[in-house]
Each structure stands twice: as structure tokens, then as C-alpha cells.
């Protein structure tokens, strides 16, 4: 399946989380948060400068930014979220 970053998953599609590094404080951070492999995720909103989105995971709905959703490879999950923003 093909993966793409969190961050350019578009608003409104959902893909399942395939990975992200292992050795990184910012990979700890978000596992302990829930957002593990196989967990389904759904990016929300976006702001403008496109810096911070939130995404609603395991009931919860948290803001990340940019680079720290950069670290988490998803699956899109839906046809229509092949075609990338």
C-alpha cells in the first residue's frame, strides 16, 4: 500500500498509521499519546499557514504540527484520498 506523511494526508480522509521512526523523543511522545501502527486516524482541519492540523484519533482530537506529523506514515484508507491536496 502506499504510505504518505500524516501532514499531507487532506482534511476529511482517514488513513492507518504504518509507521514512524523509532528512535526519535517526538516518536515516543505521540505513542504514548495512542497513534500506533494500525491505529485509524482522520485529518480534521488545517490552518491557513498550514503549520498546525488536528486529527481525530482513538476519540480523542489533537493539534499537531507540521513537522511532528511529518514522522508518521499513513495509509490512505479511501479512494478519493489518493488524489492528494
Known sequence: MKTIPLSDLPCGCVGIVAGMPQDSNTASGIMRL?????????????????????????????ALRRNTADYILVCPVMPECDELE
Open 34 to 62: 495512542g497513534l500506533v501502527r494500525g491505529t485509524a486516524v482522520e485529518a480534521v482541519i488545517k490552518a491557513p499557514g498550514g503549520n498546525t492540523a488536528a486529527y481525530y484519533f482513538r476519540n480523542t482530537l489533537i
